[in-house]
């Protein structure tokens, strides 16, 4: 799959990003190999190309990230081997986020835990399946305790925040994709937004900053979604993660220039310790890579 470069701070002439050591990309995914990892009939979604594992790598070491969370994909289903596969190729530097049914058995947790998963994503978007019951969730969410697991969360804004009460009562930190998928041209004002904020004043829930080019409508370098990015980063420190959704799944519009998405980091954290714990802190604690992990 084709990877695009070309810095924009380049292009503007601005000093380069400087990227902190043992920086991270929270949030990407691997699509197949199809023929060892093949797509399972009734999948929400079928990637026209595949995603493997050696372009995720190629892409993250020439942005200069060392650590990577692959999230899986629902193009996969439950079926978590391309994620496990890709974490175990770098098992010190690259952890999981997996699918999983809320019955699965604790034994299967214990053994992605030991492959490197750090928690379970559930999708509320119409478009990727039937959500599973928040009950059947959140009785999943006490089984994660003993792993020090989370749940992330994708969804559309009011479906979502629809769920506030049980995200606040989780017994694990919650983590909220993608900036909730607000529409940044609603403004910071916008109900979902303010609502969304108040969900962040809870200490246990963790929101991505990824996503400015799936909540945009202006396009590139999606000024009208920078200042969303920028408050939580400035609000939540502590509570925040970047990644740049490659390969951008299902994505509405043109694909994301790579590198505008790194350098875009600068404008929502505009300071050397904002995105110190931004890129290296947070995922740290949050996906334990100070574990050591053969």
Partial sequence: MPIRFGSTCARLGAMPLKIPALACNAHCHV?????????????????QHDAPKEALFALNDGLGLTRCVVVQSSCHVFDNRAAQD???????????????????????????????????RFNFMGHLGNAAPIADVMALAKRLVPLGWHLQVHGDPHRLLALAPQWQASPVPVVIDHIGRVDAGAGLADLAFQALLQLMQHAHIWIKVSGMDRISRAGPPYADAQPFARLLVAEFGDRVVWGNDWPH????????????????VAE?????????????????????FAEARS
């Fill in 31 to 47: 699509f197949g190999p199809r023929a060892a990892f093949p797509y399972p009939d009734g999948a929400p979604f079928v990637p």
């Fill in 86 to 120: 890709a974490i175990a190729a770098r098992p010190r530097d690259y952890r999981g986020v997996a699918l999983l049914p809320t019955d699965v058995s604790d034994v299967e947790l214990r053994r992605l835990d030991v492959a490197g998963f750090r928690g379970v």
């Fill in 249 to 264: 799944p299902n994505h509405a519009g043109p694909v994301p220039d790579e590198q505008q998405l790194l350098d875009l």
């Fill in 268 to 288: 929502i954290a505009p300071d050397d310790g904002a995105r110190q714990r931004l890129l290296v802190d947070n995922p740290q604690r949050l996906y334990r």
